[in-house]
C-alpha cells in the first residue's frame, strides 16, 4: 500500500519529466492520431445511419461523441484494471510493474506541453526565413486562414494557439492525469481531439459537432481557470526573474490580472478568452479579433490593449510563459494529490 501511495504522487512528475525530454516522436504511435482515425470511421457510420437533417445530425452527433467517449476510458481503465488485478492476484510484480509503465507511458504521451513548444518555435524560424513559410508553419497549429497573414498575423495567431493550447494541452490532460490516471487523460485527450476535428459552425458540422462542442466546454471548464491563474502567476513569477536577465522584464503581471479581469468572457466560447486575456495582459499585446475560417470572416472581440506592436520574439516570450505555468500547474496537482492521499491513509 506504501508502494501504491508514492507511485500515485509521483505517476504525474514522472510523465511531465518524460515529455520534456522526448516530446512526441514522430515514430512513436500517438493516442491522438488513433483517436483521429476512430473519429473519422465512427463519423461516416453515424453520418449514414442518420437522416441529413437538423434533429437527426445532432442526435447522430451526440451518439457519436458517446461512443468516442466511451472507447477512449473503457479500453486503457480495462486494460490496466486487468493488468493490476491479475498482478495483485497472482502475486505477479511484472504485470504490477506493466500496468503502473504503461499507465505513465500514456500520461507522458497526453500531455503536450514539449510538442507545443517546438511547433511554436518552428513557426518563429519560418516566420524569420520568409512571411510564406511562416504562413504555412503557422497553419500547422491553428484552424484560421492563413493565406491572408502577414508577420504581425503570423506571430499574433502563433501566441493565440500557445495560450489555448495551454488548457487543452497542457493543464487539462495534467489534471484528468492527476486524478484518474491515464484512462482519464486519455478522456480528455479524445474529447480535444474530437472537437478539433468536428467542433465547427460550419454547414458540413454546424449540428452533427454541436455534442462534441459542448463536451469540450463541460471538460475544459475548471482547466481553463486553472490554466489563466497559472499563467498570470507566471507572469509575476518571470517579471520576479527579471533581475537575473532583462529579455524577462517584458512579463507584467499587474496588467495580465486586470486584462483578465477585463476580458475573461470576450469570447464565444466560455473558455477560450481565459488564458488568451492572461497571455495577452503579461505580453501586452492585443490578441483575438476578425479572422478568416474557410474563407469566412469571423468577428471576435479583441483581447488585451495594443500596447506595442507584435514581434516574432514574443513568440519565445509566450512559449517561455507556457512553460512556467505548466510546472506551476504540475506543482500544484502534486500538492493537491499529496492532500488526498494523506486524507486516504489518515482513513
Known amino acids: 500500500m506504501k508502494w501504491f501511495l508514492w507511485y500515485q504522487l509521483f505517476r504525474l512528475p514522472v510523465a511531465f519529466a518524460l515529455d520534456a525530454l522526448l516530446g512526441d516522436p514522430r515514430w512513436l504511435p500517438h493516442p491522438a492520431v488513433w483517436f483521429g482515425r476512430l473519429i473519422v470511421r465512427l463519423e461516416r457510420v453515424f453520418r449514414a445511419a442518420f437522416p441529413a437533417t437538423a434533429r437527426g445530425e445532432r442526435l447522430a452527433g451526440a451518439l457519436f461523441a458517446a461512443v468516442t467517449c466511451a472507447y477512449a476510458f473503457a479500453v486503457p481503465f480495462l486494460l490496466l484494471y486487468g493488468l493490476a488485478f491479475a498482478g495483485a492476484r497472482l502475486h505477479c510484480r511484472p504485470l504490477l510493474a506493466a500496468a503502473c509503465l504503461l499507465d505513465v507511458f500514456w500520461g507522458y504521451q497526453c500531455l503536450a506541453a514539449r510538442s507545443l513548444r517546438d511547433e511554436a518555435m518552428h513557426v518563429d524560424a519560418q516566420a524569420g526565413t520568409s512571411v510564406a513559410a511562416g504562413r ?50 486519455l478522456l480528455c485527450k479524445a474529447v480535444s481531439t474530437m472537437d478539433s476535428m468536428v467542433g465547427y459552425k460550419n454547414d ?16 475544459n471548464y475548471l482547466p481553463a481557470r486553472i490554466s489563466a491563474f ?14 537575473f536577465s532583462r ?39 492585443r490578441l483575438g479579433g476578425g479572422a478568416y475560417y474557410g474563407g469566412v470572416f469571423e468577428a471576435r472581440p479583441p483581447l488585451g490593449n495594443a500596447v ?24 500544484v496537482c502534486t500538492i493537491v494529490k499529496l492532500a488526498a492521499l494523506r486524507h486516504g491513509m489518515g482513513r
Open 204 to 219: 458540413r458540422y454546424r449540428f452533427f459537432g454541436t455534442a462534441a462542442a459542448r463536451l469540450d466546454d463541460v471538460v
Open 247 to 285: 529579455r524577462l522584464f517584458r512579463y507584467d503581471f499587474v496588467r495580465a490580472v486586470s486584462t483578465y479581469l477585463r476580458d475573461r468572457s470576450q469570447h464565444q466560447s466560455p473558455n477560450a478568452a481565459h488564458s488568451e486575456s492572461a497571455v495577452a495582459g503579461a505580453l501586452g499585446l
Open 136 to 185: 504555412v508553419a503557422v497553419a500547422r497549429i491553428v484552424g484560421r486562414d492563413t493565406d491572408r497573414l502577414d508577420e504581425e498575423g503570423i506571430v499574433r495567431a502563433c501566441v493565440e494557439s500557445v495560450a489555448e493550447s495551454t488548457c487543452d494541452g497542457v493543464v487539462a490532460p495534467m489534471i484528468a492525469y492527476a486524478a484518474g490516471g491515464a484512462p482519464l487523460a
Open 308 to 331: 506595442r506592436a507584435p514581434e516574432r520574439a514574443d513568440i519565445r516570450r509566450a512559449v517561455t510563459l507556457m512553460q512556467a505555468a505548466a510546472v506551476i500547474a504540475l506543482v
Open 230 to 243: 497559472c499563467l498570470i502567476v507566471g507572469a509575476g513569477v518571470l517579471r520576479g526573474l527579471a533581475l
